[in-house]
Nanobody, 124 residues
Framework: QAQLVESGGGSVQSGGSLRLSCAAS????????MGWFRQAPGKEREGVAR???????RYADSVKGRFTISQDNAKNTLYLEMDSLKPEDTGMYYC??????????????????WGQGTQVTVSS
């Protein structure tokens, strides 16, 4: 059974940093496009960063230069390093896995597996 478990969320002040982790199990991790999404209260879920099967990375414009996605295939773990955090980065952060072909995007409907989320709160 596929499972994704996020950790590392918390409360920080503007300009601070956090590192999120997502431990994956129950599926062949290296065959999946992996992504981080976030959802703020009253807003739609949005893609933040993804790492594709070939290792290439993509970021939402709002986080470019501040967030870094990475993975450790040996540990089946996905990471999101978040620096220079802003209040608008506040939200529930989810990791997700997409199977079925090389194509990947920030369309949440493509992703098959989701974690339970970890809360990130950035105060000004």
């Amino acid at each position: 059974q596929a499972q994704l478990v996020e950790s590392g969320g918390g409360s920080v002040q503007s300009g601070g940093s956090l590192r999120l982790s997502c431990a994956a199990s129950g599926f062949t991790y290296s065959r999946y496009c992996m992504g981080w999404f976030r959802q703020a209260p009253g807003k739609e879920r949005e893609g933040v960063a993804r790492i594709e099967r070939d290792g290439s990375t993509r970021y939402a414009d709002s986080v470019k230069g501040r967030f870094t996605i990475s993975q450790d295939n040996a540990k089946n773990t996905l990471y999101l390093e978040m620096d220079s955090l802003k209040p608008e980065d506040t939200g529930m952060y989810y990791c997700a896995a997409k199977s079925g072909g090389a194509y990947c995007s920030f369309y949440a409907g493509y992703f098959s597996y989701w974690g339970q989320g970890t809360q990130v709160t950035v105060s000004s």
